[in-house]
Each structure stands twice: as structure tokens, then as C-alpha cells.
């Protein structure tokens, strides 16, 4: 894939997310920037979502650790250390943060 087509990927991943964050009822606040998606949550933690264009990966940085995402062949966003997929691991990972609900599909 070549950096053109991956920035418009990631954009419209970020953009996805971001509707999905507007759509639920969580207390929370985010800034899209360039690329950089960061979530604050009413507790004052903060969780960074960003495209990593060199290795294009998606970078999720949150309380519990990082994590780095790479797109399969089936147009899957997967984590390279225990497999788990984008949209599953930041669905829990912003419920467990907010203390409220929250899904949300990659791809």
C-alpha cells in the first residue's frame, strides 16, 4: 500500500472512531489532529490513538500499555503481540477507562 493510500485509510479509521465517541453518551473529550486521535476521560486519564505511517501501524497508547496494530491481507487491523483486533481492544479499553459501554467496529 503506499503512504497516500494509507494516510486516506487511517483518516477514514480516525474518522470513524471519532463519530462513534460523538455518538455515545460518554464523559469524555477528544481532539483529531493531524492523524492524532487523544481521548480524555471525565477521570483525567488519557488514551492516544495515531497512524504510524513508517510501519504502518495504528499506535494506541493507553493506561494499561501500547499497542501497535498492523493491517492483514483481510483488511484487519491486528495487534503483532497477542492478536487481539483494533475495534474489540479499543471498545474495552474506552468502556473500561469511561466506566460506561461503548463498541466499536474497525474497518
Known amino acids: 500500500m503506499t503512504e497516500s493510500e494509507f494516510l486516506d485509510l487511517t483518516d477514514a479509521l480516525l474518522y470513524s472512531l471519532q ?9 469524555l473529550d477528544y481532539e483529531l489532529n493531524g492523524g492524532v486521535l487523544e481521548i480524555e476521560f471525565d477521570s483525567g486519564e488519557k488514551m492516544i490513538i495515531n497512524r504510524h505511517a513508517p510501519n504502518q501501524e495504528m499506535w494506541v497508547a493507553a ?16 495487534n503483532a503481540r497477542d492478536g487481539g483486533e483494533l475495534g474489540a481492544t479499543l ?3 474506552i468502556a473500561r477507562s469511561s466506566g460506561g459501554a461503548f463498541s466499536w467496529q474497525a474497518g
Not at 19 to 27: H, Q
Open 19 to 27: 463519530a462513534a465517541l460523538d455518538d455515545s453518551a460518554l464523559d
Open 91 to 93: 471498545s474495552a479499553l
Open 63 to 78: 493506561k494499561s500499555g501500547g499497542f501497535h496494530f498492523k493491517l492483514t491481507p483481510q483488511g484487519t487491523w491486528i
